[in-house]
């Protein structure tokens, strides 16, 4: 059977909670950032993120979190058709907290968890067959049926001449030494698990651990010793990661020191958090070994994506891309502590957000001008109920294709914006107003909090305003509020589109945005999606991507506002030639007529609803006819 697969990693797989007060004790943790974990899954997520074909074999419950790890495999393009749904079981979780850089207490929530109820029907033969490489871990060895599963996947491996790896992937906690409590340890002395993994190691043909994972699968705490006697048992190439240190690689026989071994050493930076840096380490080399390359160079990949992980909190979700990777190790970093890295932090970003759409057609639904009078609360009750109205609008125009969505101001109230973010279209919403000082949001309360509360597909909206007698004072009250706002969608993986607005047409020239381009960027801040005014001409328009394109060659594209223009169409018709312009957002002549006129009860809900969507569809209609569809290629991405 011809590969087609290049990896397939077998075993535990979990959600992990990682505390976000760092050098708290779990105990006083008070918030947490999940991502997916457990050493099997880290090394299939990170191998994917470096360009090969991953695949995992474990289980999960058939409940948010079970569905949570298959949603984001497949983000990562791991294969999940080994991946079983188990109706009885829970899917594993674990707390975790950074007190410092050696202490890391995490909690294991295992009991009778989905991934350890793996068994040898899990494990078919047609999918092993189908992989390059097969990678069994120590921990599955502790459990009798997983381990049966393990070693029917090696049989298969090698029955087909197919590559197994063992990552000795030690947790004496998992082996049911030293309680709930020893989460952490790394470390404890146990003949049952040296007697385990010594059965394993002859069918090996790359065998991976710590200096520590050496001695408890040789039963010897001397590393040198221990290495010789896996040396008696096995073949295969060992390699011992030294953490800061990187790395010893030996391919045949084991030479007198450590030292005579394939060194590779490691690079000089900032520990932030070790957990889950020896999968990202792992990934790296695999994505060198597999691919044919020397030792020398899998174990300088190994090291590079080992200290890019180790910099960072969280395991999987930020282990590094091929476009990272690459960018680092051609230019280094002049950061010791890696994660303030600006390029590689943004590299990392846009490199694993999640898919968008390569078009965008967008209604903007802005009250804030609007007069509510005495009556507030009501009026504003009722304006809530004609967003509803609009959202419903252009869903149906969108009739579930995606590159549809709406732009809203901050003023909908609760019930209608947990409506409005139910809706299956791309949603923006406004952030800051202008001039206010930093993280105050257009509302009421704190921008930061707000954001936090808002669901992650929902884009952050910043207005950039430009005007010729605008006081310093108020320009850099401007700034640092945008300079917050991208920080915010940062931390929170959060997409932020930013709208430039001139002073109108005598200043809205291409020269005048183009400035503010470049200056926003100067800043550091590089938005997902730009909201730009029409230009005259395509060649006005090129001054704008040229400044784009030079400094974000991720960026999702630039997406034309026609508020202020003064024939759409023709807006429309120059604009689509523009590669770079993606799609529109077009709102006032739209909504405001319709809205004034449901307001005053001489619309009801239904004719409202077909006059907005039958004025969106005609632009829609003019937008696709206008656009090459060669232009709308997909977004770039991590490959």
Avoid at 412 to 440: D, F, K, M, N, Y
Wanted: charged share 25%; glycine share 10%; aromatic share 6%.
């Amino acid at each position: 059977m011809r590969a087609h697969l290049d990896l397939i990693t077998i075993g535990r797989v979990s959600v992990d909670l990682y505390g976000q007060q760092v050098g708290s004790r779990l105990e006083d943790v008070a918030s947490f950032a999940k991502g997916v974990g457990g050493c099997p899954a880290n090394v299939a997520i990170g191998a994917a993120r470096l360009g090969l074909r991953a695949a995992l074999i474990s289980r999960v419950g058939d409940e948010p979190m079970g569905r949570f790890v298959l949603e984001q495999l497949a983000r990562e393009r791991v294969e999940t058709g080994g991946v079983r749904v188990d109706p009885q079981r829970l899917t594993s979780l674990v707390l975790l907290s950074v007190r410092d850089e050696q202490t890391f207490p995490l909690i294991f929530y295992r009991d009778n968890c989905a991934d350890s109820a793996l068994g040898e029907d899990d494990i078919d033969t047609e999918l092993i067959a189908s992989a390059r490489a097969v990678l069994v871990t120590g921990t599955h060895f502790s459990l009798a049926a997983a381990a049966r599963a393990q070693r029917k996947a090696i049989d298969i491996a090698r029955q087909h001449g197919r590559t197994v790896v063992l990552d000795i992937d030690y947790r004496p906690n998992l082996w049911g030494i030293g309680g709930h409590g020893a989460g952490e340890s790394r470390y404890a002395r146990a003949a049952r698990v040296t007697e385990a993994l010594s059965a394993v190691l002859p069918a090996c043909d790359l065998i991976v651990g710590t200096e520590e994972e050496m001695h408890i699968a040789a039963g010897i705490e001397d590393t040198l010793a221990a290495i010789r006697h896996l040396r008696s048992l096995t073949a295969a190439v060992i390699v011992c990661k030294r953490g800061a240190r990187g790395c010893v690689v030996f391919a045949g026989e084991i030479p007198g020191s450590l030292e005579h071994g394939l060194v590779a050493p490691g690079l000089d930076i900032e520990i932030y958090n070790v957990l889950g840096a020896g999968d990202a380490f792992l990934a790296g080399f695999l994505s060198g070994h597999l691919r044919g390359q020397s030792h020398a160079e899998s174990a300088r990949l190994a090291n590079a994506c080992g200290a890019l992980a180790v910099s960072r909190l969280l395991c999987s979700s930020e282990f590094p891309t091929q476009a990272e990777l690459e960018h680092f190790l051609a230019h280094g970093s002049r950061h010791r502590a890696l994660r303030e890295d600006p390029r590689l932090s943004h590299l990392h970003r846009v490199t694993t957000r999640r898919p968008g759409p390569r078009t965008l057609q967008v209604l903007a639904i802005d009250h804030r001008t609007a007069p509510l009078g005495e009556a507030a609360d009501a009026a504003r009750e009722r304006l809530d109920s004609f967003d509803r109205l609009a959202v419903d609008a252009i869903a149906g125009v969108a009739a579930g294709r995606e590159g549809f969505g709406v732009t809203l101001d901050a003023t909908p109230g609760a019930a209608a914006w947990r409506e409005i973010t139910r809706s299956a279209l791309w949603i923006g919403r406004a952030a800051p107003r202008r001039g206010a000082p930093p993280l105050v949001a257009s509302g009421d309360g704190s921008l930061a909090v707000q954001l936090t509360e808002w669901p992650i597909g929902i884009t952050a909206h910043c207005r950039y305003e430009v005007y010729p007698d605008d006081a310093r004072p108020l320009i850099d009250a401007q700034e640092r509020s945008l300079g917050e706002v991208a920080a915010l969608c940062r931390a929170q993986a959060r997409e932020l589109l930013v709208e430039i607005v001139t002073g109108g047409p005598d200043t809205g020239g291409a020269d005048t945005v183009a400035r503010a381009l470049a200056r926003i960027y100067a800043l550091g801040v590089c938005p997902d999606w730009w909201l730009l005014e029409g230009q005259p001409d395509t060649q006005s328009w090129e001054p704008c991507a040229r400044v784009i394109s030079s400094n974000d060659a991720y960026c999702r594209g630039i997406l034309l506002g026609l508020a202020a223009a003064p024939e759409p169409a023709a807006a429309l018709e120059v604009a689509a030639a523009i590669p770079l312009v993606r799609g529109f957002v077009a709102g006032g002549s739209i909504v405001g007529g319709a809205a004034a006129e449901w307001l005053a009860g001489r619309l009801s809900d239904e004719t409202a609803r077909a006059q907005v969507a039958e004025r969106f569809r005609a632009l829609a209609d003019r937008w696709s006819a206008a656009r090459d569809p060669r232009h709308d290629r997909p977004q770039r991405s991590a490959d």
